[in-house]
């Protein structure tokens, strides 16, 4: 006697084998999946050391005479700026101390010559001074016509202040 199964019990057994064949092959993926997230590498980045510069100016001066100037005459006097520190600067005049209505006398500053064009403040036609790099600035030193009578044998001290900012 030959026994015979309905065709819905085969393909219901033909399903059954197929679903346990894909859970075990989604499972095995799966499970490779997460292990490679979890074990995850990258190669190590070199430690970088970042060091702060240093901007700092050097004033070396040149032929200075700036003594008996009567009104109405000019005299110059000639620096070399040189960056001696270890990055690019960019140079400005923050101010000019000594020249004042009292003593008659006015004070600017030019870049490279002194026929140059003067300036009393901010950038003075030196745009960036490279690391190592000299300039040579020159001071102008004007009295007068009208200067007062009590300038006449005095001495003012005049101050220039040039900063350097890293550029």
Known sequence: MTLR?????????????????????????????TYAFLNAAAPAVPTATLTAGTASL?????????????????????????????????????????????NGLTATVSAGSCTATQYTSGAFGVSTLAK??????CVTVQMLLNAPNSAQNASTPITVLITGTQA
Do not use: K
């Open 132 to 137: 190592g790099a000299s300039t040579t600035v």
């Open 5 to 33: 199964r309905p065709h819905g019990v085969f393909r219901a057994m033909a399903a059954v084998a197929l679903t346990v064949v894909v859970a075990t092959a989604a499972g095995a993926l799966g499970a490779g999946g």
């Open 58 to 102: 050097s004033v070396t001066p040149g032929a200075q005479d700036l003594s008996n100037i009567s009104p109405g005459q000019t005299r110059t006097a000639l620096f070399t700026l040189t960056n001696v520190g270890d990055v690019r600067m960019d140079l400005a005049i923050s101010s000019i101390a000594g020249p004042a209505s009292s």
